[in-house]
C-alpha cells in the first residue's frame, strides 16, 4: 500500500490529471481523480461520463489528462468502458497487446444514480473488469444545482427550491452502495476525499481482481453546498464522523468498517455547516432534524452489526488474502 | 445481379441458399470482427443468432457482447472501435431509435463501425414489419447509409461497407439497411465469396489513433462555439469522402467478384419519359412493373438509391434530368412536409414533373398495380401534384 508521501510523489511527478483545469475552487473531484491514478501502476484508460470533471477538464484545445481519456455521453460511461475493455480483451487474445491495462470510469452521481444505472448494472452483471468510481457530489452541479438520487432529504436544490409549500427535497437519497451489491460483484467501497489513505487502500484492492469493482466517493461542493471553499475536507470528514457518510467496504459479501468515528459526531452539525440545509434551522425544524438523527443511528448500527457478522471471515486466510491491515 | 440460372454448375457451388440474415452473418464470419455488442430487437434477431452460432462453433473469434440495450451497445462499440478493435452491430427500428444519441457521437468522433439494420417501422402503433422509418431517423446522424435490394448485396454491402467504414479518409459509422422480414427472413440464393478473398478485401483494422495504442489521447473533449463549427465541418467533409472512397471500393469489389455495384441503379433508363425512384427490396416491384410497361411500349424507367448517404446528388441528376416526370417511392413520412427520399431528390434534379408517393408503411406490400397506377397519374399531366400520393392505402380505416 502506497503511504500519502509516495502518493504526493507519484501525483506531481506523473500528472495524470494535471492543473489547468477549471474545477472550482475546494472541489473535491480532483483530490479522488487524482489519488486513484496514483494508487493504480499499470498504464489506465479512463473512461468518464459527461459532468463537472469532464467539463472542467478537456475544454479543447487543452486538456488536463496525460494518460489516455475517453467521454463519449452522460449516461453511458460504464457501456464505454464494457467496448473499451472488451476490445482490450479480444486484441489481448489475438495477440496484437500483450501489456497490462487498469481501466477506470469516472462518472458524478448524476451519471451514476440516476441516468448511467442501467449502463452500470449491465457493466456489473457481465463482470467487466473495470473500477467505477462514482465521485458523488450530492447533484447536479455543473448544470447548476439541481437534485440528483444521491441529494439528502431536505437540501434545497434548484430544482427542489425551499418555499412556504417545500422543505427542500421530499425523498431520501438512494442507496446505490446496496445496489451495486445486489450485483454480488467481488469489491465495493465507500470512501471520502477527507480520508485519502482510505481510499488509495481501497483503489489498490479494488484493482487487484479480474472483475468489476466499485468505489463510491463523497466529494464536497462548495457552492452546491453552500460553504467556503477552504472547507471542503473539515466538510467531508464531518459527513465520515458522524455516520452520514460511513467509509466501508465489502469484500466478496463480507462487511466492514474502515473508519470508527469515536464518539460519533452529530448529523445535526454537519447539516449546521451548509447552506442548503440553512432553512431547517432557521424554522427550527427539530422533528425533521431529529427523524435524520435516528435513521443515520439506525443505519450506523445495521452497519456495526454486519460488520460484526463478518468479523471472522476478515481473519480467516481468505479476508488475509487481500492484504487488510487492522 | 441474380444470375444464378445462367452459371455453370462448377459455379453454382457457390451459391447457398441463406435468408438476408444469414447472408449478414455469414459475411460476418468472413470479416471476423474483434468485437459485437448487441442486443436483440425482431426482425434484426437472425443476424445475431445466426453469428452466435457461428462463433460458437468456433469459426469467428469476435466477442459478442450481449449488452442490456441498444444504447449500451451502441455506446459499447464506439469504445470498442476507439480502443483499436474491429467493431460491428445490429439492430432495428426502437434499438436504432435508442441508439440514435450515440450514433451521432460515434459519427462526431470517427469510430468507424459497421451496423446492420433490419429496417423495420418506428412504433406507435408498435408493428415488427419492415419500412424506413427507422433509417430515417438515423439521416442526420453524420453515418453513411446503403439500402440494398436483395440478400445477395446485404452480403456483398457487409464487405464493401467494413472497407468504406474504415478507410482512413472516411472512419465513420456505415449503416446497411435491408428490409425487415422481407429481406431478413426470406431465403433466396446467395453467392459466397471463397474466406481468403473477403479477408484480403477487407484487410486488417488498424485504427489511426487507438486508445489502447499506448499514446496518451483525450477523445471527446467538449468544443465550446469557436471550435464546434470547424470540427463539425470536417466531419461533415469526411461523410462526402466516404461517397468517392465507396465509388473505388465497388470498383475493386466488382473487379475481384464479378458483382458491379452502382451507388444508383437505372434500370431501362435510356429513353425513359417516365421514371420511379425507390430504396430497398421493393425495387424488384418495381422492375416487374417497368417491364410490363416497357412491353406495351411505354417509355418507362426505375431508378434504385442505393447509398442515401452522402447523397449521390450529381448521379441522380444525370439520370433523371433528362426524364419528363419522376415519382419518388418513400417508405417513410415526415408528416407535415414531404418525405426524406422525395425532398432529396427535389433538391437535386431540375426539370422533370416530380411526385412523392408515400408507400409500405408498417410492412404493407406494394403490389404492380400500384406501381402502375402511380406510372398512369405520372403521364396525365406535365404539372406536379403538390400532393403526396399515397400507395396501396385506402384513405380511410377498413371497418373489420
Known amino acids: ?326 | 445481379m441474380m444470375a444464378w440460372f445462367t452459371e455453370s454448375a462448377e459455379d453454382l457451388r457457390r451459391f447457398r441458399v441463406l435468408t438476408g440474415g444469414q447472408a449478414v452473418a455469414e459475411a460476418l464470419r468472413q470479416i471476423d470482427p474483434d468485437v459485437f455488442p448487441v442486443y436483440p430487437i425482431t426482425p434484426q434477431t437472425p443476424i445475431i443468432e445466426a453469428f452466435a452460432q457461428i462463433v460458437a462453433d468456433g469459426k469467428s473469434h469476435a466477442h459478442i457482447l450481449t449488452v442490456e440495450s441498444e444504447h449500451s451497445a451502441m455506446s459499447a462499440a464506439v469504445g470498442a472501435a476507439l480502443a483499436g478493435a474491429r467493431t460491428m452491430t445490429a439492430t432495428a427500428s426502437q434499438g436504432l431509435a435508442y441508439m440514435i444519441e450515440i450514433v451521432y457521437l460515434a459519427a462526431s468522433l470517427r469510430a468507424p463501425i459497421v451496423m446492420a439494420v433490419g429496417n423495420r417501422t418506428l412504433s406507435g402503433p408498435i408493428n415488427i414489419h419492415g419500412d424506413h422509418s427507422d433509417g430515417m431517423l438515423a439521416r442526420d446522424t453524420g453515418a453513411i447509409q446503403i439500402y440494398v435490394k436483395n440478400a445477395q448485396e446485404a452480403y456483398d454491402w457487409m464487405i464493401m461497407g467494413t472497407r468504406i467504414a474504415e478507410h482512413p479518409d472516411v472512419l465513420l459509422p456505415v449503416l446497411m439497411g435491408l428490409d425487415g422480414f422481407t429481406l431478413t427472413h426470406s431465403a433466396e440464393p446467395v453467392e459466397i465469396e471463397e474466406d481468403g478473398l473477403v479477408k484480403e478485401f477487407v484487410g486488417s483494422y488498424e485504427y489511426p489513433y487507438a486508445l489502447l495504442a499506448g499514446t496518451a489521447g483525450t477523445y471527446g473533449a467538449f468544443a465550446m462555439p469557436e471550435h464546434y463549427f470547424e470540427i463539425k465541418r470536417q466531419q461533415i467533409e469526411a461523410l462526402d469522402r466516404g461517397g468517392v472512397v465507396a465509388q473505388r471500393i465497388v470498383e475493386d469489389f466488382a473487379e475481384r467478384t464479378g458483382r458491379a455495384y452502382d451507388l444508383v441503379e437505372g434500370y431501362r433508363m435510356e429513353d425513359a419519359e417516365r421514371a420511379m425512384v425507390i430504396m430497398g427490396s421493393q425495387s424488384g416491384t418495381v422492375e416487374e412493373a417497368v417491364d410490363s410497361l416497357r412491353a406495351r411500349h411505354q417509355k418507362v424507367g426505375l431508378v434504385t438509391v442505393r447509398m442515401f448517404r452522402p447523397f449521390p446528388r450529381q448521379m441522380l441528376a444525370r439520370l433523371l434530368a433528362p426524364v419528363q416526370a419522376v415519382a419518388v417511392f418513400d417508405r417513410s413520412s415526415t408528416p407535415g412536409s414531404f418525405p426524406p427520399l422525395y425532398q432529396e431528390i427535389r433538391a437535386s434534379v431540375n426539370g422533370p414533373r416530380i411526385d412523392s408517393i408515400i408507400y409500405g408503411l408498417g410492412g404493407r406490400d406494394l403490389t404492380i398495380d400500384n406501381v402502375i397506377q402511380v406510372f398512369d397519374r405520372l403521364g396525365q399531366s406535365a404539372q406536379d401534384s403538390n400532393a403526396i400520393f399515397y400507395a396501396g392505402s385506402d384513405s380511410r380505416t377498413k371497418e373489420g
Open chain 1, 1 to 326: 500500500m502506497a503511504n500519502l508521501r509516495t502518493l504526493a510523489e507519484r501525483i506531481s511527478e506523473e500528472e495524470s490529471f494535471g492543473s489547468g483545469h477549471s474545477m472550482c475552487r475546494g472541489c473535491g473531484v480532483p483530490i479522488v481523480v487524482r489519488t486513484v491514478l496514483a494508487s493504480i501502476r499499470t498504464p489506465v484508460v479512463v473512461v468518464n461520463a459527461t459532468g463537472c470533471l469532464e467539463v472542467a477538464s478537456t475544454r479543447y484545445p487543452v486538456t488536463a489528462w496525460s494518460v489516455p481519456w475517453l467521454h463519449v455521453a452522460f449516461e453511458n460511461s460504464a457501456a464505454v468502458a464494457s467496448g473499451v475493455e472488451s476490445a482490450y480483451m479480444a486484441l489481448r487474445r489475438k495477440g496484437a497487446i500483450h501489456h497490462d491495462v487498469t481501466f477506470v470510469v469516472f462518472a458524478g452521481d448524476g451519471g451514476t444514480y440516476d441516468i448511467g444505472l442501467q449502463a452500470l448494472s449491465g457493466a456489473l452483471e457481465r463482470g467487466h473488469r473495470f473500477l467505477y468510481v462514482c465521485y458523488d457530489n450530492e447533484g447536479y452541479m455543473n448544470t447548476g444545482i439541481q437534485r440528483s438520487g444521491a441529494t439528502p432529504r431536505a437540501a434545497s436544490t434548484t430544482t427542489t427550491p425551499v418555499g412556504s409549500e417545500s422543505v427542500g427535497k421530499s425523498e431520501s437519497r438512494k442507496d446505490l452502495t446496496e445496489i451495486v451489491l445486489a450485483h454480488h460483484i467481488p469489491y465495493v467501497a465507500q470512501a471520502a476525499i477527507s480520508h485519502v489513505q482510505d481510499l488509495s487502500d481501497k483503489v489498490e484492492r479494488a484493482t487487484k481482481n479480474q472483475s468489476a469493482s466499485f468505489l463510491n466517493v463523497l466529494s464536497a461542493c462548495p457552492p452546491g453546498w453552500g460553504f467556503e471553499a477552504q472547507d471542503s475536507i473539515t466538510m467531508i470528514q464531518r459527513a465520515v464522523n458522524s455516520g452520514f457518510w460511513p467509509l466501508l467496504e465489502v469484500i466478496d459479501g463480507h462487511w466492514r468498517l474502515t473508519s470508527h468515528p469515536e464518539p460519533r459526531q452529530s448529523v445535526t452539525e454537519w447539516f449546521r455547516s451548509q447552506k442548503r440545509f440553512a432553512h431547517l434551522f432557521a424554522d427550527h425544524d427539530v422533528d425533521l432534524l431529529d427523524s435524520l438523527e435516528e435513521k443515520t443511528e439506525t443505519e450506523w448500527r445495521r452497519l456495526l452489526a454486519l460488520e460484526e457478522r463478518d468479523r471472522e471471515w476478515f481473519l480467516s486466510p481468505a479476508g488475509q488474502a487481500w492484504g487488510l491491515t487492522g
